[in-house]
């Protein structure tokens, strides 16, 4: 199975900030990566499909990016609603698989 | 409205068996593949079955392969996941989740259900 391992685990952060998610996979996965957000007691909620592709709806200060095994998604300016739990996803092959989560924490 | 309610969950003994339920409306859910993601009390996402639209193919996490069997009956919009010989650790929150381009089997998941709660536990 193919691994996926998330950076950092936790982040602490202030609204405007810059943040950087990393993602790595154990193998190549191309652009077959995804992104969610997930806040507590919800379902994950899809934002960037393909590696860097937004889907629609979600605010344009998200943004993905890499290909390969190695991913970032990043968020230009942290706004109060985005504080939650981010998690990577290949879906390469089955099984498919997640990242082990950042939490986005308010500094 | 495309929408994703699952139903079926709650607390069982371990060794014992529960079905899932997962009901789709707002799309054609036949030409979607589906899938099963669990998550444990305060833990991450795990991934744990998928099924072609058709219904033809059938993927599994080791975890609980040879336990748990998926299926849809596409006739009404329904996706199943039976579990059996259930496990303390197989206790999660149960998730269903629509992949975002129709006919394909591996894609991201662009729309989830609200879950449903499966706890083993004697």
């Given at each position: 199975d ?24 154990s ?10 957000q ?14 860097s ?18 991913f ?12 939650a ?5 290949q ?17 | 409205?495309?929408?994703?309610v699952e139903?079926?969950g ?7 068996s529960?079905r ?39 993927y ?10 998926i ?19 197989d206790t999660?929150v ?7 381009r ?12 609200q ?8």
């Open positions: 193919i691994q996926m391992t998330q950076s950092p685990s936790t982040l602490s952060a202030s609204v405007g900030d810059r943040v950087t998610i990393t993602c790595r996979a193998q190549s996965i191309s652009s077959w990566l995804a992104w969610y997930q806040k507590p007691g919800k379902a994950p909620k899809l934002l960037i499909y393909k590696a592709s937004l889907e629609s709806g979600v605010p344009s200060r998200f943004s993905g990016s890499g290909s390969g095994t190695e970032t998604l990043t968020i230009s300016s942290l706004q109060p609603d985005d504080f739990t981010y998690y990577c996803q879906y390469n092959s089955y099984s498919l698989t997640f990242g082990g989560g950042t939490k986005v924490e308010i500094k | 409205e495309v929408q994703l139903s079926g709650g607390l069982v003994q371990p060794g014992g529960l899932l339920s997962c009901a789709a409306s707002g799309f054609t859910f036949s030409s979607y593949a589906m899938s099963w993601v669990r998550q444990a009390p305060g833990k991450g996402l795990e991934w744990v079955s998928a099924i072609s639209g058709s219904g033809g193919s059938t599994y996490a080791d975890s609980v392969k040879g336990r748990f069997t299926s849809r009956d596409n006739s009404k919009n329904t996706l199943y996941l039976q579990m059996n010989s259930l496990r303390a650790e999660a149960y998730y269903c989740a629509k992949v975002k129709d006919y394909d089997t591996y894609d991201a998941f662009d729309i989830w259900g879950g449903t709660m499966v706890t083993v536990s004697s």
